[in-house]
Structure formats: structure tokens, C-alpha cells
């Protein structure tokens, strides 16, 4: 794996999942504590910042009011205008502090769905810094991560899926997601493994940490 040529996707690592107060960390809490995942997200951004790997962070956003969606959202979507969930302006929509972009770093602009691909210029962005490499960690498991992973698949990138830098509504999900659909579209990977392929180097795996395929 060429660092250069490899990107780490960050999906909504945003306060309304992340961190206690948030309109919808109640429902991922759990998921969260099992994979450890905002604490392994700190650890392999560090590294890969280190090792030169390209940073993209991807937030969803709304202005009040889900004007840029249906007036009668079902679904995913409907529970997030439900809850009033990454309103523009709130302390909710913010990228949590442990994973705040830092200077140089990319934030996409513009998604209003699952997949980070479909309203935004990333396609873009990796074209043309020359990234045939995307790891990508966030939420949800089963939703936001695995749409991204999909278009990935299908737009010829090498995939990679930081299982235990995911997190979803359930155990039931996670495993499921990580288990079955992981492997069909992408390389699902802790982020140790990760950070060993990246750097060449053997990483001892420690056993229990996230779900591999």
C-alpha cells in the first residue's frame, strides 16, 4: 500500500453520534464502546497523518428545516429530521474534537445522504490527487460507511472498511455488516492491520479489538 496514493475517509465523526448530549449517541453508545472505535479512529489518524496519507473528512449537514431533502423523508433520513439531528449552526453538526481537521485537510461539502460519493466532488478530490486507496471509518456501519463502500467498489478504488473504527445501532448490525456485507465490496480491516499494511511493518493484533471478516 502506497501512503501517497491512499486516503482515510472519516464519515461523520460529528457530535450528534460522537459524544454525550448528542441528539443520536444514545443509539450508537453501545456500538461504540464494544469497538472502541472513536479512540482506534484517534490512533490510526495519528498514523496515517504521520505516514502521509491523504485526509478527508466527510460530514452530513442540514439547514433548518431538511429543505434539501423530500418533505416526507422515510427511512434513515426520516429518523434524522425526526431527532433534528446535524442542523446547521448546532454544536451537534461539529466534527468531535478528537478528530478535528487540521490544517491541509480535506472537508467534503455538500452531503445530504448516505453515500459520500453521491453530493459531493469526492470522486473528484481522489481522481485527482491520484488516490487508488480508500480506508474508511465512521457511521453508520450498516448505512453511511457501507453506502460509501459500495460506490468505492464500483468506481474501482481499493477499498478498505476499519471495522473496529465503525459503529451502527446494534451488535446484531455490526457484526452482520462487518461479517457479511464487508467482504463483498471492500478489504475489512482493524485499524491495526491497516497501519501494519500502510507501514510494511508487523503489528501484533490484540485479540477482541473490532469484528474481521
Known amino acids: 500500500m502506497n501512503a ?6 472519516l464519515i ?11 441528539s443520536l449517541h444514545d443509539a450508537v453508545k453501545g456500538v461504540m ?3 472502541n472505535m472513536l479512540e482506534n479512529t484517534k490512533d490510526v489518524l495519528t498514523k496515517a497523518r504521520e505516514a502521509g496519507v491523504t485526509i478527508i473528512h466527510s460530514p452530513i449537514s442540514f439547514h433548518e428545516g431538511y429543505y434539501e431533502i423530500t418533505a416526507h423523508p422515510y427511512g434513515i433520513l426520516k ?12 454544536w451537534g453538526v461539529e466534527i468531535v ?11 467534503l461539502e455538500g452531503k445530504r445522504g448516505l453515500d459520500a460519493f453521491a453530493s459531493t466532488n469526492l470522486d473528484f478530490i481522489l481522481r485527482s490527487k491520484g488516490i487508488e486507496t480508500i480506508a474508511l ?12 463502500m459500495r460506490s468505492g467498489y464500483e468506481k474501482g478504488f481499493e477499498v478498505i ?3 473496529d473504527c465503525t459503529a451502527t445501532l446494534s451488535e446484531e448490525e455490526q457484526k452482520f455488516a462487518c461479517a457479511k456485507n464487508f467482504p463483498m465490496f471492500s478489504k475489512p480491516m482493524t ?6 499494511e500502510l507501514s510494511g511493518e508487523k503489528v501484533t493484533e490484540i485479540e477482541g479489538r473490532g469484528y474481521s471478516a
Open 4 to 9: 501517497s496514493k491512499t486516503a482515510l475517509v
Open 12 to 22: 461523520e465523526y460529528q457530535n450528534d453520534f460522537t459524544s454525550p448530549g448528542g
Open 33 to 35: 464502546d464494544s469497538t
Open 79 to 90: 429518523g434524522v429530521v425526526d431527532s433534528q439531528s446535524f442542523r446547521k449552526g448546532s
Open 97 to 107: 474534537d478528537d478528530v478535528k481537521p487540521e490544517s491541509g485537510e480535506i472537508v
Open 137 to 148: 471509518g465512521g457511521f453508520l456501519t450498516n448505512c453511511c460507511v457501507e453506502s460509501t
Open 161 to 163: 472498511t476499519l471495522t
Open 191 to 196: 485499524h491495526d492491520q491497516f497501519v501494519e
